[in-house]
């Protein structure tokens, strides 16, 4: 498709967006006469491409269902198991399967898909902050983790690591980010993100744009900021790099670009030598026109505390995707982080859609099992219903779910907009009752609203249920933080109780029930130490998490991960009798 600049990408969307109907056809059109004959859709289709008989015959899967035809061609087989193209590669989901972590085949045409939207997701973001390329640089936290290469010589690496090595992106880094692609490919994350730190402030005045992947990796940048600035600015003061920083490819970066800037470093102090960190993203950057990360989903947690930082630039959550497929763009980029939607693309992947309950949807009727349940095509959602995202790709993924709940929030033209609601099944039960990540958020939600008028706030949870005794009872883990050199010592415990009480009335009425009847014992609210959520991401990191793509359990489930945690509790509270 021809374009003419930026209005040339919106003009697609709006061409994409009316005929979502027509290309969500010609697209499974499209995987089926080119796949028919491949090993797997041949026993259901017997080489048809109707896509009646699709619907008809295909089943609805997950990862565990197509992994041993996927360890095929990882382990040497022919790519023609599962798609006619040629599989070039991996990628690594954070996802696991097993333990270990799930392959998604990548094709030539899957990376065709993923350089088109490299350059029209861009443009509703354009709309409103001019092209950025043109303007500056990005200060954005990145970090690659090594590729593994499969029995069949195959690589396999994350998405975003795949991203920083190709040569387009290697090719125009320098010019458009200030970080030197040594500090992004640096084995010790914490090495890079000092060095990332250091060229993002050394290069201030150029840069337009803040970011990570992630909202949690830019709170980890600020916070690791707040804990290193003074050796930052010595360093920028005397242009010398600390000693500590060993990693040869980061010195050598650094040797190019660093000399002694004693104006520039003690402008950084000033700033950050100031009483309240509130706006700090803006003051240390001041040409940034907005910070761009995902919040919504597991992010979401998070956008309290980042607002507190980003004070005064709006807070940009720009598209949904993972390693499956990109899926959508968010056409509002200036929108509050509650009320993001998505807007999905129908040419990214043939997409369907498993209804699932929604709370509020009492006449809503779920089969037993999903075989039993229509899927219901992209364009013939209804707002409102929550669903699972079931995609067929380009790629060798047939029906496949995902595991992410969407909530249809409205239509743009005539393609749906989603809200993510949820990663499905993430949930807490100590008996017969479900908590899902959403319970959890509103429970949390409604018990922060306590802390914040006394001058403290919520900076990280996480849950847990503790079985060690019974009944086994929900234990959350909370990172609080004092405004104004506060300590979160000086929180009365009667606060605290009266959160652990407030969340339990804001959990559902299963769990009030089973509550009452004892089934389930008080809800606990233990305090960890600052520092301690970053522990945890360490620990994850240093099993093999890239610091990227990390994105924080929503419950804990390994004794390694609780036994941090629980060495660094300095209060337990508990609430004092079951809700009403
Ligand atoms: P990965 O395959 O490791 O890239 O992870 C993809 C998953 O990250 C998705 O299936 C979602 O669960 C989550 N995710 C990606 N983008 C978003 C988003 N914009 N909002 C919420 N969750 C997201």
């Not at 004070?311 to 009320?339: H, I, W």
Request: proline share 5%.
């Amino acid at each position: 498709m021809a374009t003419n600049g930026n209005e040339g990408w919106l003009k697609m969307i709006e061409e994409l967006t009316t005929n979502a109907e027509q290309i969500q056809d010609e697209e499974l059109g499209e995987i089926l006469s080119r796949n028919a004959g491949t090993e797997y859709l041949r026993g259901f289709l017997h080489g048809q491409t109707e896509k009646q008989l699709f619907k008809k015959n295909v089943p609805i899967v997950t990862y565990e269902d197509l992994k041993p035809y996927i360890d095929r061609i990882a382990n040497g087989e022919t790519s023609d198991i599962l798609l006619a193209e040629p599989v070039t590669g991996f990628f690594l989901s954070s996802g696991t399967s097993g333990g270990q972590p799930k392959l998604i085949p990548v094709s030539a045409e899957y990376h065709k898909k993923g350089a088109l939207v490299g350059t029209f997701a861009q443009s509703p973001m354009m709309r409103h902050f001019g092209d950025i390329n043109q303007a500056g640089k990005r200060m954005e936290l990145m970090f690659a983790r090594p590729e593994i290469e499969t029995p069949s010589g195959l690589k396999a690496a994350s998405v975003s690591t795949s991203i920083y090595n190709e040569s387009k992106f290697r090719t125009n880094l320098p010019k458009l980010y200030t970080s030197p692609i040594e500090t992004i490919f640096c084995p010790d994350p914490n090495q890079g993100l000092y060095c990332q730190l250091l060229f993002g402030l050394i290069q201030r005045d150029e840069v337009v744009k803040v970011g990570s992947l992630f909202a949690s990796t830019v709170l980890r940048g600020i916070k690791f900021l707040e804990n290193h600035w003074q050796e930052l600015c010595y360093d920028i003061k005397t242009g010398r790099l600390s000693d500590w920083i060993t990693d040869s490819g980061c010195r050598n970066a650094a040797s190019l670009i660093m000399k002694p800037n004693p104006e520039q470093a003690d402008l950084i102090e000033n700033i950050c030598n100031c009483k309240s960190w509130e706006g700090i993203i803006r003051k240390l950057w001041t040409k940034a026109r907005y910070i761009g990360c995902i919040c919504t989903g597991a992010m979401r947690q998070y956008t309290t505390e980042l607002e507190f930082y980003c004070r005064g630039l709006p807070l940009v959550s720009a598209f949904y995707a993972c390693s499956e497929t990109f899926c959508g763009l968010n056409l509002e980029p200036l929108c509050k982080p509650c009320d993001i939607s998505y807007t999905l693309l129908p040419n990214m992947a043939y997409f369907e859609f498993l209804p699932v309950k929604n709370e509020r949807d009492e006449s809503f009727e779920m089969k037993s099992n999903d075989e039993d349940t229509e899927l219901v095509d992209l364009v013939n959602v209804k707002v409102g219903q929550c669903y699972e995202l079931v995609v067929s790709t380009c790629a060798g993924l047939y029906r496949y779910k995902v595991g992410d709940v969407l909530m249809v929030s409205g239509f743009y033209n005539n393609a749906p907009q989603f809200q993510f609601v949820e990663r499905k099944n993430v949930i807490l039960s100590v008996d017969q009752e479900k908590t899902s990540e959403t319970d959890l958020f509103k429970a949390v939600t409604e018990a922060k609203a306590l802390l914040d008028p006394l001058g403290f706030i919520l900076t990280e949870y996480i849950s847990y249920v503790d079985t060690s005794s019974a009944p086994g009872h929900y234990v959350l883990f909370w990172e609080i933080k004092g405004k104004e050199g506060k300590h979160c010592k000086e929180l009365d415990p009667k606060i605290m109780v009266e959160c652990c009480s407030r969340m339990e009335e804001s959990l559902h009425y299963t769990y009030k029930i089973y509550r009452k009847r004892n089934i389930i014992a008080a809800l606990e609210i233990r305090v960890v130490k600052q520092g301690s959520f970053e522990a945890l991401m360490d620990y994850f990191v240093s099993k093999g998490t890239s610091l990227s793509q990390y994105k924080k359990p929503s419950c804990i489930k390994s004794e390694e991960a609780l036994k941090i945690l629980d060495s660094r509790v300095i209060g337990k509270y508990f609430s004092p009798k079951p809700p009403l």
